[in-house]
Protein backbone atom coordinates (compact mmCIF):
# COMPACT_ATOMS: atom_id res chain seq x y z
CA UNK A 1 0.00 0.00 0.00
CA UNK A 2 1.29 2.98 -1.25
CA UNK A 3 2.63 5.69 1.75
CA UNK A 4 1.92 9.48 1.52
CA UNK A 5 4.87 12.39 2.62
CA UNK A 6 3.32 15.64 2.41
CA UNK A 7 4.95 19.16 2.14
CA UNK A 8 3.19 22.16 2.67
CA UNK A 9 5.00 24.94 1.26
CA UNK A 10 7.64 26.22 -1.38
CA UNK A 11 9.72 28.40 0.29
CA UNK A 12 13.15 27.17 1.05
CA UNK A 13 12.59 24.85 3.65
CA UNK A 14 9.77 22.90 1.76
CA UNK A 15 12.14 22.91 -1.57
CA UNK A 16 14.82 21.53 0.27
CA UNK A 17 12.89 18.75 2.37
CA UNK A 18 11.08 17.55 -1.11
CA UNK A 19 14.45 16.91 -2.72
CA UNK A 20 16.12 15.54 0.68
CA UNK A 21 13.23 13.05 1.35
CA UNK A 22 13.29 12.03 -2.61
CA UNK A 23 17.03 11.36 -1.99
CA UNK A 24 16.56 8.96 0.83
CA UNK A 25 14.13 7.61 -1.24
CA UNK A 26 15.91 6.76 -4.03
CA UNK A 27 19.02 5.61 -1.45
CA UNK A 28 16.55 3.11 0.19
CA UNK A 29 15.92 1.63 -3.65
CA UNK A 30 11.80 2.50 -3.20
CA UNK A 31 9.69 3.40 -5.86
CA UNK A 32 7.12 6.64 -6.07
CA UNK A 33 4.38 3.89 -6.01
CA UNK A 34 5.48 2.86 -2.37
CA UNK A 35 6.74 6.04 -1.18
CA UNK A 36 4.62 8.85 -2.18
CA UNK A 37 6.43 12.29 -1.52
CA UNK A 38 4.00 15.72 -2.69
CA UNK A 39 4.37 19.23 -2.22
CA UNK A 40 1.02 21.33 -1.95
CA UNK A 41 1.66 25.07 -2.54
CA UNK A 42 0.03 28.27 -4.30
CA UNK A 43 2.82 27.94 -7.20
CA UNK A 44 5.37 25.82 -7.81
CA UNK A 45 7.51 28.87 -7.78
CA UNK A 46 10.46 29.64 -5.59
CA UNK A 47 10.03 33.37 -4.36
CA UNK A 48 13.58 34.33 -4.00
CA UNK A 49 12.15 36.35 -0.84
CA UNK A 50 16.04 37.89 0.76
CA UNK A 51 16.26 39.60 -3.03
CA UNK A 52 12.77 41.58 -2.74
CA UNK A 53 14.34 44.77 -1.38
CA UNK A 54 15.80 45.04 -5.37
CA UNK A 55 14.80 46.27 -8.18
CA UNK A 56 12.98 44.71 -10.51
CA UNK A 57 11.36 42.18 -7.85
CA UNK A 58 9.20 40.97 -10.78
CA UNK A 59 12.02 39.07 -11.87
CA UNK A 60 12.87 37.45 -8.20
CA UNK A 61 11.01 34.11 -8.18
CA UNK A 62 12.48 30.25 -10.14
CA UNK A 63 10.35 27.64 -11.28
CA UNK A 64 10.25 24.52 -9.35
CA UNK A 65 8.22 22.31 -11.45
CA UNK A 66 10.60 20.69 -13.37
CA UNK A 67 12.79 20.06 -10.47
CA UNK A 68 9.59 18.29 -8.79
CA UNK A 69 9.26 16.39 -11.85
CA UNK A 70 12.98 15.31 -11.96
CA UNK A 71 12.96 13.81 -8.34
CA UNK A 72 9.48 12.55 -8.61
CA UNK A 73 8.15 14.56 -6.66
CA UNK A 74 4.67 15.46 -7.32
CA UNK A 75 3.05 19.10 -6.99
CA UNK A 76 -0.56 20.06 -5.70
CA UNK A 77 -1.55 23.48 -6.38
CA UNK A 78 -3.48 25.08 -3.82
CA UNK A 79 -3.01 25.84 0.09
CA UNK A 80 -3.57 24.65 3.46
CA UNK A 81 -6.18 25.83 5.25
CA UNK A 82 -7.08 23.47 8.39
CA UNK A 83 -5.13 20.31 9.36
CA UNK A 84 -6.26 17.39 11.18
CA UNK A 85 -3.12 15.68 12.94
CA UNK A 86 -5.44 12.83 14.56
CA UNK A 87 -6.99 11.56 10.94
CA UNK A 88 -3.81 12.22 9.05
CA UNK A 89 -5.97 15.03 6.73
CA UNK A 90 -5.08 18.35 5.89
CA UNK A 91 -8.14 20.72 4.41
CA UNK A 92 -6.49 22.57 0.93
CA UNK A 93 -8.30 25.11 -1.63
CA UNK A 94 -7.38 25.92 -4.94
CA UNK A 95 -9.76 28.33 -6.27
CA UNK A 96 -12.33 30.06 -3.68
CA UNK A 97 -14.92 26.74 -5.09
CA UNK A 98 -12.27 24.32 -4.99
CA UNK A 99 -11.99 22.72 -2.13
CA UNK A 100 -10.49 19.35 -0.98
CA UNK A 101 -8.82 16.79 1.49
CA UNK A 102 -5.40 15.16 1.31
CA UNK A 103 -4.43 12.04 3.21
CA UNK A 104 -0.70 11.93 4.99
CA UNK A 105 1.41 9.42 6.54
CA UNK A 106 3.88 12.23 7.54
CA UNK A 107 3.60 15.68 7.12
CA UNK A 108 6.11 18.28 7.23
CA UNK A 109 4.83 22.14 7.27
CA UNK A 110 7.38 24.36 5.63
CA UNK A 111 5.24 27.86 5.23
CA UNK A 112 7.70 30.22 6.32
CA UNK A 113 7.17 33.17 7.92
CA UNK A 114 5.00 36.66 6.93
CA UNK A 115 5.73 40.54 7.78
CA UNK A 116 4.42 41.32 11.45
CA UNK A 117 1.81 43.95 11.01
CA UNK A 118 1.04 45.38 14.29
CA UNK A 119 -2.45 47.93 14.28
CA UNK A 120 -0.79 50.93 13.67
CA UNK A 121 -3.23 53.39 12.00
CA UNK A 122 -3.07 54.12 8.25
CA UNK A 123 -0.37 50.98 7.73
CA UNK A 124 -2.85 48.85 6.09
CA UNK A 125 -3.46 51.62 3.51
CA UNK A 126 -0.81 53.14 3.28
CA UNK A 127 2.31 51.34 4.47
CA UNK A 128 4.33 49.47 1.75
CA UNK A 129 7.07 46.43 2.22
CA UNK A 130 9.06 43.91 0.73
CA UNK A 131 8.32 40.89 2.59
CA UNK A 132 5.94 39.34 -0.25
CA UNK A 133 6.10 39.53 -3.80
CA UNK A 134 3.26 41.17 -4.10
CA UNK A 135 4.12 43.58 -1.59
CA UNK A 136 7.77 44.01 -3.56
CA UNK A 137 6.34 44.96 -6.97
CA UNK A 138 3.38 46.75 -5.54
CA UNK A 139 6.25 49.62 -3.76
CA UNK A 140 8.06 49.02 -7.29
CA UNK A 141 4.94 50.11 -8.89
CA UNK A 142 4.88 53.21 -6.50
CA UNK A 143 7.96 54.61 -6.40
CA UNK A 144 7.26 54.52 -10.76
CA UNK A 145 4.38 56.22 -10.16
CA UNK A 146 5.47 58.98 -8.08
CA UNK A 147 8.47 59.73 -10.55
CA UNK A 148 5.75 61.16 -12.92
CA UNK A 149 4.49 63.50 -9.76
CA UNK A 150 4.86 66.98 -9.53
CA UNK A 151 8.20 67.44 -6.89
CA UNK A 152 7.23 67.61 -3.23
CA UNK A 153 9.32 66.98 0.20
CA UNK A 154 6.52 64.17 0.45
CA UNK A 155 7.31 62.84 -3.21
CA UNK A 156 10.78 62.88 -2.24
CA UNK A 157 10.92 60.82 0.98
CA UNK A 158 10.82 57.52 1.75
CA UNK A 159 10.76 56.05 5.58
CA UNK A 160 12.07 52.70 6.33
CA UNK A 161 9.95 51.71 9.46
CA UNK A 162 12.65 48.93 11.15
CA UNK A 163 16.73 49.18 11.41
CA UNK A 164 17.22 45.58 11.85
CA UNK A 165 18.00 43.49 8.78
CA UNK A 166 16.05 44.10 6.05
CA UNK A 167 15.35 47.57 6.78
CA UNK A 168 19.15 47.98 6.12
CA UNK A 169 18.68 46.48 3.42
CA UNK A 170 15.77 47.95 1.89
CA UNK A 171 17.31 51.60 3.15
CA UNK A 172 21.01 50.89 1.42
CA UNK A 173 19.75 49.60 -1.97
CA UNK A 174 16.98 52.88 -2.05
CA UNK A 175 19.53 55.29 -3.01
CA UNK A 176 20.69 53.77 -6.12
CA UNK A 177 17.48 52.50 -7.18
CA UNK A 178 15.68 55.92 -6.78
CA UNK A 179 17.83 57.78 -8.75
CA UNK A 180 17.15 55.06 -11.58
CA UNK A 181 13.45 55.89 -11.31
CA UNK A 182 13.58 59.48 -10.45
CA UNK A 183 17.05 60.47 -12.28
CA UNK A 184 20.13 61.01 -11.05
CA UNK A 185 19.74 64.85 -10.21
CA UNK A 186 16.83 64.23 -8.24
CA UNK A 187 17.20 65.05 -4.13
CA UNK A 188 15.84 62.17 -2.32
CA UNK A 189 15.50 61.50 1.20
CA UNK A 190 15.85 58.54 3.00
CA UNK A 191 15.11 57.97 6.95
CA UNK A 192 15.26 54.93 8.80
CA UNK A 193 13.10 54.66 12.02
CA UNK A 194 13.19 51.94 14.69
CA UNK A 195 12.69 52.12 18.61
CA UNK A 196 15.57 50.77 19.56
CA UNK A 197 18.61 52.47 20.86
CA UNK A 198 20.93 51.50 18.17
CA UNK A 199 21.24 50.50 14.53
CA UNK A 200 21.22 46.82 13.51
CA UNK A 201 20.55 45.97 17.30
CA UNK A 202 20.87 42.27 16.68
CA UNK A 203 24.05 42.08 14.93
CA UNK A 204 26.05 43.64 18.14
CA UNK A 205 28.32 45.73 18.53
CA UNK A 206 31.13 44.80 16.62
CA UNK A 207 29.91 45.29 13.01
CA UNK A 208 27.83 48.60 13.83
CA UNK A 209 30.21 51.31 13.32
CA UNK A 210 30.68 49.50 9.69
CA UNK A 211 26.95 50.20 8.95
CA UNK A 212 26.88 53.45 10.55
CA UNK A 213 29.62 54.11 8.41
CA UNK A 214 28.14 53.41 5.55
CA UNK A 215 24.66 54.95 6.23
CA UNK A 216 26.44 57.95 6.40
CA UNK A 217 28.56 57.62 3.46
CA UNK A 218 24.87 56.85 1.14
CA UNK A 219 23.13 59.98 2.77
CA UNK A 220 20.64 58.04 5.26
CA UNK A 221 19.06 59.27 8.19
CA UNK A 222 18.98 57.50 11.79
CA UNK A 223 16.00 58.08 13.78
CA UNK A 224 16.46 56.23 16.36
CA UNK A 225 14.18 55.42 19.92
CA UNK A 226 11.26 56.53 17.95
CA UNK A 227 8.64 54.34 16.12
CA UNK A 228 6.00 54.99 13.73
CA UNK A 229 2.61 56.02 15.30
CA UNK A 230 0.53 56.25 12.46
CA UNK A 231 0.32 56.57 8.46
CA UNK A 232 -1.21 58.88 6.14
CA UNK A 233 -1.03 59.34 2.01
CA UNK A 234 1.22 62.22 2.65
CA UNK A 235 3.34 61.16 6.20
CA UNK A 236 3.75 59.23 9.07
CA UNK A 237 3.46 60.57 13.08
CA UNK A 238 6.15 59.52 15.16
CA UNK A 239 6.28 57.80 18.94
CA UNK A 240 7.46 61.63 20.01
CA UNK A 241 4.69 63.52 18.19
CA UNK A 242 6.96 64.68 15.22
CA UNK A 243 5.86 64.70 11.63
CA UNK A 244 7.59 63.66 8.41
CA UNK A 245 6.17 64.42 4.83
CA UNK A 246 6.58 61.40 3.11
CA UNK A 247 4.20 59.43 0.17
CA UNK A 248 6.45 55.99 0.63
CA UNK A 249 6.69 53.94 4.15
CA UNK A 250 8.25 50.80 4.33
CA UNK A 251 7.96 48.69 7.05
CA UNK A 252 10.13 46.49 8.01
CA UNK A 253 9.50 45.75 11.66
CA UNK A 254 9.39 42.10 12.51
CA UNK A 255 8.12 38.99 11.06
CA UNK A 256 5.97 35.84 12.72
CA UNK A 257 5.35 32.60 11.73
CA UNK A 258 2.58 31.50 8.84
CA UNK A 259 -0.56 31.50 10.62
CA UNK A 260 -0.78 27.78 9.82
CA UNK A 261 1.04 27.03 12.71
CA UNK A 262 -1.98 28.28 14.91
CA UNK A 263 -4.09 24.79 13.29
CA UNK A 264 -1.64 22.61 15.89
CA UNK A 265 -2.40 21.64 19.19
CA UNK A 266 0.73 22.40 20.37
CA UNK A 267 3.56 24.70 21.80
CA UNK A 268 4.75 27.42 20.13
CA UNK A 269 7.34 30.51 20.77
CA UNK A 270 6.70 34.38 20.79
CA UNK A 271 7.10 34.42 16.99
CA UNK A 272 4.95 31.30 16.53
CA UNK A 273 6.87 29.22 15.61
CA UNK A 274 6.01 25.31 16.54
CA UNK A 275 8.30 23.83 18.96
CA UNK A 276 10.33 21.05 18.16
CA UNK A 277 12.69 17.94 19.01
CA UNK A 278 16.09 17.50 17.89
CA UNK A 279 14.96 15.91 14.71
CA UNK A 280 12.06 18.50 14.06
CA UNK A 281 9.20 16.84 14.57
CA UNK A 282 6.52 18.16 16.87
CA UNK A 283 6.12 16.54 20.36
CA UNK A 284 2.90 15.37 20.93
CA UNK A 285 1.57 15.12 17.11
CA UNK A 286 2.43 11.67 15.71
CA UNK A 287 3.59 12.44 12.14
CA UNK A 288 3.95 15.72 12.49
CA UNK A 289 7.23 17.51 11.58
CA UNK A 290 7.63 21.46 11.77
CA UNK A 291 10.94 23.04 9.50
CA UNK A 292 12.16 26.49 8.68
CA UNK A 293 11.07 29.89 9.81
CA UNK A 294 7.70 27.09 10.94
CA UNK A 295 10.18 25.97 13.57
CA UNK A 296 11.88 26.69 16.87
CA UNK A 297 14.50 23.96 16.62
CA UNK A 298 17.91 23.86 18.15
CA UNK A 299 20.98 24.30 15.81
CA UNK A 300 24.11 22.82 17.72
CA UNK A 301 25.29 21.50 21.07
CA UNK A 302 25.98 24.95 22.92
CA UNK A 303 21.79 26.07 22.98
CA UNK A 304 22.03 28.38 19.99
CA UNK A 305 18.62 28.40 18.21
CA UNK A 306 17.70 28.33 14.26
CA UNK A 307 17.05 31.96 13.03
CA UNK A 308 14.37 33.05 10.98
CA UNK A 309 16.29 33.32 7.75
CA UNK A 310 16.97 31.42 4.36
CA UNK A 311 20.30 30.66 5.45
CA UNK A 312 18.62 28.24 8.56
CA UNK A 313 15.59 27.46 6.43
CA UNK A 314 17.86 25.40 3.86
CA UNK A 315 19.43 23.07 5.69
CA UNK A 316 16.04 22.75 8.47
CA UNK A 317 14.48 21.62 5.62
CA UNK A 318 16.79 18.78 4.30
CA UNK A 319 16.47 17.41 7.79
CA UNK A 320 13.17 17.17 8.06
CA UNK A 321 12.74 15.62 4.61
CA UNK A 322 15.13 13.37 5.16
CA UNK A 323 13.78 12.64 8.65
CA UNK A 324 9.96 12.41 7.82
CA UNK A 325 10.89 10.15 5.00
CA UNK A 326 13.12 7.68 7.55
CA UNK A 327 9.72 7.42 9.73
CA UNK A 328 8.47 5.79 6.79
CA UNK A 329 10.90 3.73 5.66
CA UNK A 330 12.28 2.52 8.70
CA UNK A 331 15.76 3.82 9.26
CA UNK A 332 17.12 5.99 11.68
CA UNK A 333 16.62 9.63 11.70
CA UNK A 334 19.27 11.85 11.81
CA UNK A 335 19.06 15.02 14.19
CA UNK A 336 19.20 18.29 13.02
CA UNK A 337 22.71 20.32 13.28
CA UNK A 338 23.75 23.83 11.89
CA UNK A 339 27.33 25.19 14.26
CA UNK A 340 28.27 27.19 11.29
CA UNK A 341 26.61 30.59 11.28
CA UNK A 342 27.82 33.73 9.43
CA UNK A 343 25.26 36.45 7.90
CA UNK A 344 25.84 38.87 4.52
CA UNK A 345 24.52 42.27 5.03
CA UNK A 346 24.18 43.90 1.66
CA UNK A 347 25.44 48.07 2.06
CA UNK A 348 24.02 49.16 -1.40
CA UNK A 349 26.68 51.05 -3.05
CA UNK A 350 28.60 50.77 -0.06
CA UNK A 351 29.22 47.68 -0.35
CA UNK A 352 28.20 44.77 2.10
CA UNK A 353 29.55 43.22 5.54
CA UNK A 354 30.06 39.42 5.95
CA UNK A 355 30.76 38.40 9.81
CA UNK A 356 30.87 34.75 11.23
CA UNK A 357 29.88 33.13 14.16
CA UNK A 358 26.98 34.32 16.77
CA UNK A 359 29.22 36.80 17.89
CA UNK A 360 29.40 38.05 14.29
CA UNK A 361 33.24 38.76 13.69
CA UNK A 362 33.46 40.57 10.87
CA UNK A 363 35.12 38.88 8.00
CA UNK A 364 35.33 41.06 5.15
CA UNK A 365 33.76 44.69 4.02
CA UNK A 366 33.04 46.55 1.30
CA UNK A 367 33.55 44.89 -2.31
CA UNK A 368 35.27 42.37 -1.17
CA UNK A 369 31.94 41.03 0.75
CA UNK A 370 29.67 42.32 -2.14
CA UNK A 371 31.13 40.31 -4.34
CA UNK A 372 29.95 37.33 -2.02
CA UNK A 373 27.04 38.99 -1.35
CA UNK A 374 26.27 38.99 -5.23
CA UNK A 375 27.05 35.04 -5.31
CA UNK A 376 24.92 34.41 -2.27
CA UNK A 377 21.86 36.12 -4.26
CA UNK A 378 22.36 35.15 -7.84
CA UNK A 379 23.51 31.45 -7.18
CA UNK A 380 23.77 29.73 -3.69
CA UNK A 381 20.12 30.16 -2.54
CA UNK A 382 18.30 29.29 -5.83
CA UNK A 383 17.12 25.73 -6.69
CA UNK A 384 18.97 23.04 -8.11
CA UNK A 385 19.18 22.32 -11.65
CA UNK A 386 16.23 20.37 -12.86
CA UNK A 387 18.68 17.22 -13.41
CA UNK A 388 17.77 13.94 -11.36
CA UNK A 389 21.12 12.77 -9.93
CA UNK A 390 22.60 16.70 -9.41
CA UNK A 391 19.32 17.75 -7.82
CA UNK A 392 19.25 14.72 -5.42
CA UNK A 393 22.86 14.99 -4.25
CA UNK A 394 22.32 18.41 -3.76
CA UNK A 395 19.74 18.01 -1.13
CA UNK A 396 22.40 15.72 1.59
CA UNK A 397 21.38 17.22 4.90
CA UNK A 398 25.07 17.57 6.30
CA UNK A 399 26.23 19.33 3.14
CA UNK A 400 23.20 22.00 2.71
CA UNK A 401 24.33 25.25 3.67
CA UNK A 402 27.20 24.49 5.43
CA UNK A 403 28.97 27.20 5.96
CA UNK A 404 31.54 25.70 8.97
Known amino acids: MQKRLLIIGAGFAGMYAALSAARLRDLKGVTPDQLEIALIAPRPALVIRPRLYEAKPEAMSAPLLDVLKAVDVAYIQGYVTDVDTDRHIVEAAGHPEDRFTIH ?27 DSLEDAVALDKHLHKLAKQPESEARSTVVVAGGGFTGIEAATELPTRLKEIFGPKAKMRVLIVDRSDAIAPD ?22 KLGVAELTRTGVKLSDGSEIAAATVIWAAGIRANPLTQKFAAERDNFGRLIVDRELRVPGLAGVFATGDSAKAVCDDDGNFALMSCQHATRMGAFAGNNAAAELLGVSATPYHQKGYVTCLDLGSAGALFTRGWDRKVEMIGEVAKATKREINTVWIYPPKAERTAALASAEPSRVTDVG
Open 104 to 130: YDRVVLATGSQLFRPPVPGLAEFGFSV
Open 203 to 224: MGAGPRPIIEKALKDLGIEMHM
